[in-house]
């Protein structure tokens, strides 16, 4: 099973908009809804910031939103902040019942 | 509510290692729990899921471990736990415990154990 396939960098000023996408097959994100995504700062443990594609856990800022369409799912980060820097990935059920994790992507605030 | 592993450590190649994650706060019976690595200054790796008893206690691995790990638990101490066998200099990382939500996403991380596979 391959990674699914994350942009390695992403970057943003403060305030704006950036989107991290996440390219799979048929074989995983085309065919689940449940993608989710993870933001790891250095050194730290992940947090779960969106799952089943779109839905935000509780105490996760309404900034963050998630999307698919076809094949590859989308994390968008709306007014970034100084915090948002960090390593996101996505996630997704894929066939004979495992999951795959994407290659990651660093995001830098400016 | 919380989960912490331990039992990381450096051992040899084809050597084995047991992990440990102790779950707090939360009914731990009910829920499926997962592993999942980190090589160093590398991204997430999946490794297995067990599912809680009621759906059969099963568990599936990911191709690179299958046949060398095992995913058990015990809900009588709220324990899960991860048999590493066979160990390659490639499975070193930091081995995380995670709780699996009813959407197959981990909603609760512990801290992490790391583990060296190194002569």
């Known amino acids: 099973q391959s990674a699914l396939t994350q942009p390695a960098s992403v970057s943003g000023s403060p305030g704006q908009s950036i989107t991290i996408s996440c390219t799979g097959t048929s074989s995983d994100v085309g065919s689940y809804s449940r993608v989710s995504w993870y933001q790891q700062h250095p050194g730290i443990a992940p947090k779960l910031m969106i799952y089943e594609g779109s839905r935000r856990p509780s105490g996760v800022s309404n900034r963050f939103s998630g999307s698919k369409s076809g094949n590859t799912a989308s994390l968008t980060i709306s007014g970034l902040q100084a915090e948002d820097e960090a390593d996101y990935y996505c996630?997704?059920?894929?066939?004979?019942?495992?999951?795959?994790f994407g290659t990651g992507t660093k995001v830098t605030v400016l | 509510v919380q989960l912490v592993e331990s039992g990381g450590g450096l051992v040899k190649p084809g050597g084995s290692l047991r992990l440990s994650c102790a779950a707090s706060?939360?009914?731990?019976?009910?829920?499926?729990m997962s592993w999942v690595r980190q090589a160093p200054g590398k991204g997430l790796e999946w490794i297995g899921r067990?599912?809680?008893?009621?759906?059969?206690?099963?568990?599936d691995y990911a191709a690179p471990v299958k046949g060398r790990f095992t995913i058990s638990r015990d809900d009588s101490r709220n324990m899960l736990y991860l048999q590493l066998n066979s160990l390659k200099t490639e499975d070193t990382a930091v081995y995380f415990c995670?709780?699996?939500?009813?959407?197959?996403?981990?909603?609760?991380w512990g801290q992490g154990t790391m583990v060296t596979v190194s002569s």
């Open positions: 996630c997704s059920c894929s066939s004979s019942d495992t999951y795959v």
């Open positions: 706060g939360f009914p731990f019976s009910n829920d499926w």
């Open positions: 995670t709780r699996l939500n009813d959407k197959d996403a981990s909603d609760l």
């Open positions: 067990i599912r809680n008893k009621i759906d059969g206690g099963t568990a």
